[in-house]
């Protein structure tokens, strides 16, 4: 009775299983301000003087606004509306 051990290559759906977990990780960039105030890009979280970093990624904007009511309020009530303030002299 001969046993014989059949090695296979490895596998397409493992290999690819890899690629899409390397591709779809999330990387988000962030900085800090630097020695000159100039901005410093990372990946950490953390800059080297122990303080978080800030993201380099804007908010996301939705046209559908569920505040605007709100902050149209508040700036009624202190002053800060265009149609409020003095017209700049040209």
Request: with cysteine; proline share 8%; aromatic share 14%.
């Amino acid at each position: 009775m001969r046993t014989s051990v059949r090695l296979h290559p490895p596998s397409l759906f493992f290999t690819w299983v890899h690629v899409r977990a390397f591709l779809c990780t999330k990387m988000f960039l962030y900085y800090y301000l630097g020695d000159g105030g100039e901005r410093v890009y990372t990946l950490k979280k953390v800059d080297p003087h122990g303080k978080p970093t800030l993201s380099a990624h804007p908010a996301r904007f939705s046209p559908d606004d569920k505040y605007s009511r709100h902050r149209i309020t508040i700036k009624k009530r202190f002053g800060l509306l265009l149609t409020q303030q003095a017209k700049p002299v040209m």
